[in-house]
């Protein structure tokens, strides 16, 4: 079964950094556009970060644009988001999904397009 897990969610002051990965089960997630989404409670998920497996396109919202940095690592099967001078209003619970490649060319901040997702991992930023 395909999983992808995410880690590195936890509590951190404002203006401080985080660095969340996110672990595919299987390489062949190297094919697909890797997607970062957050969810507040009682707020839709919203669209944060997308890259190309092969990280030749990234896609930032842009309420983080300039302070969040989606990448990857091929020999780790893993998706990393780093956040510098995270805000109160970047706290909540953050998720990593995957796509067909085709929807980092159009479509990749809709959480629809997205097949497989993970368990989320909960930021909480103190001001």
């Known amino acids: 079964q395909v999983q992808l897990v995410e880690s590195g969610g936890g509590l951190v002051q404002a203006g401080g950094s985080l660095r969340l990965s996110c672990v595919a089960s299987?390489?062949?997630?190297?094919?697909?556009?890797m997607g970062w989404f957050r969810q507040a409670p009682g707020k839709e998920r919203d669209f944060v970060a997308a890259t190309t497996w092969t990280g030749s396109k990234t896609y930032y919202t842009d309420s983080v644009k300039g302070r969040f940095t989606i990448s990857r690592d091929d020999a780790k099967n893993t998706v990393y988001i780093q956040m510098n001078n995270v805000k109160p209003e970047d706290t909540a619970r953050y998720y990593c999904a995957a796509a067909s490649l085709s929807v980092c060319s159009s479509g990749y901040e809709s959480r629809r397009r997205y097949d497989y997702w993970g368990q989320g991992t909960q930021v909480t930023v103190s001001s």
């Open positions: 299987e390489r062949r997630f190297r094919s697909y556009c």
